[in-house]
């Protein structure tokens, strides 16, 4: 079975910062895209940023420039490096992976629990 647990989510004023990491943990063969997703109330979940195992990054553009995404292949682990925080940055974010457990057949998307990132003004 395979997990992923996220950790590094807290309160922060406005111009802080904050380290997201996320760990797969489990039965895995290959781990192509990685990516973090968020959803603030009442809103839909969106695509924060991702990144290839390549290195090859994808940022929404209410984050350029602001936050990094990054990841250790030997560790499956991806992390999130979020600079200069605003309010509207409040949101619970979701790591996210199409993972292979065996070298045949086709991924399974996995998602992380869920870590609380609520930045203050």
Known sequence: QVQLVESG?????AGGSLRLSCAAS?????????GWY???PGKQRELVAAINSNGMTN????????????RDNAKNT???Q???LKPEDT???YCNAPI?????????DYWGQGTQVTVSS
């Open 38 to 40: 968020r959803q603030a």
């Open 91 to 93: 949101a619970v974010y």
């Open 100 to 108: 292979r457990t065996r070298g045949w057949g086709s991924s399974t």
């Open 78 to 80: 991806v992390y999130l």
């Open 9 to 13: 989510g807290g309160l922060v004023q």
């Open 59 to 70: 940022y929404a553009d209410s984050v350029k420039g602001r936050f990094t995404i990054s």
């Open 26 to 34: 489990g039965t895995i063969f290959s781990i192509n895209v990685m």
């Open 82 to 84: 979020m600079n200069s």
